[in-house]
């Protein structure tokens, strides 16, 4: 059973950091190793389809998104473990703050990426 006022401490430092990698294989891959070396408690995949403006031009490509939810205190290993591992010169790399959520689920994140 997850302890109730450790969850409400949790909650502080858990956040989603979005990623994007450029196939199913290199999100499978980013994501199971971060899992691996508890800096993510869990990495949702999904396909999307990316617009944006590179080198002066416009680009169309189909990624694949990372939603990995993590303890931000862990944010600047998790980055750098993504920039290590990615095969883009500038990876996506973005850490969003949850600000609310269910207690013991915030626990469970923060208990899965203990140093």
């Known amino acids: 059973m997850v302890n109730t006022a ?6 502080s430092d858990v956040g989603v950091v979005l ?9 499978v ?7 691996q070396e508890k800096l ?6 999904m396909p999307v389809e990316s617009i944006y403006i590179w080198e ?8 694949w998104q990372l939603l990995i939810k993590t303890n931000l205190t862990r944010f600047d290993a998790l980055a750098q473990r993504v920039q290590d591992l990615h ?9 969003l703050k949850i600000i609310d ?9 923060a208990d899965q990426t203990a140093p």
């Open 40 to 45: 993510a408690a869990c990495v949702n995949l």
């Open 87 to 95: 095969s883009y010169e500038l990876p996506e790399i973005i850490a």
């Open 6 to 11: 450790k969850a409400l401490n949790a909650s």
């Open 101 to 109: 959520g269910s207690p013991p689920y915030l626990a469970w994140v």
């Open 19 to 27: 990623v994007t990698a450029g196939s199913e294989d290199e999100a």
């Open 29 to 35: 891959r980013l994501a199971e190793v971060l899992v």
């Open 56 to 63: 002066g031009s416009l680009q169309r490509d189909r990624e």
